[in-house]
């Protein structure tokens, strides 16, 4: 069953369905990357949503995900995109893992990726200079979160 949810999960985020990835969440999931850390089913599909929809906005011709080595509790997955912030082409390589409750839905979700790697295509040069630095990591993070909230706040 949990592997199953990885595979719905992860093809509706090839189509950039945010609504189908949020129904994949328990309640009271957590989630967790480099970038942002957000607790409840709700937060974390306004974060699917807000991504999918900035996806869309640069172009769908840009969006390419691309899934390997799925588990009953991990998965690999590659996304190529446009980083809508600076308009630059980013492949992100990213390895999850997954804790599922009873009914299969996912109750804690943890990407990790090469967050230097990223800045480095995401920001170009102050990636390059900066990106290993805690410094850009909680810039990053802190923007990502006020921009989360903006769109939440938007509706």
């Known amino acids: ?9 992860y093809a509706a985020f090839a189509q950039l369905d945010a609504d189908t ?6 309640p009271d999931a957590a989630f967790d990357d480099e970038v942002f850390s957000l607790h409840g089913r709700e937060p974390i599909g306004a974060m699917w949503r807000m991504l999918c929809t900035a996806t869309l906005a640069k172009g ?10 799925v588990t009953e509790r991990s998965a690999h997955w590659d996304a190529h995109y446009l980083f809508s912030a600076t308009g630059r082409l980013v492949l992100n390589r990213i390895d999850a893992e997954f804790e599922f409750d009873a009914a299969g839905l996912i109750k804690r979700h943890r990407d990790r990726f090469d967050f230097w790697a990223w800045s480095r295509q ?22 990502a979160a006020a921009g989360l909230r903006r769109f939440v706040e938007r509706g």
Do not use: N
């Open 21 to 26: 990835m949020q129904a994949c969440y328990a």
């Open 122 to 143: 995401a920001l170009g040069l102050p990636g390059w200079l900066l990106g290993w630095t805690p410094y850009l990591r909680h810039k990053v993070r802190a923007q």
């Open 60 to 69: 769908r011709e840009h969006w390419k995900l691309g899934l390997s080595d």
């Open 1 to 9: 069953m949990s592997q199953a949810t990885i595979e719905r999960f």
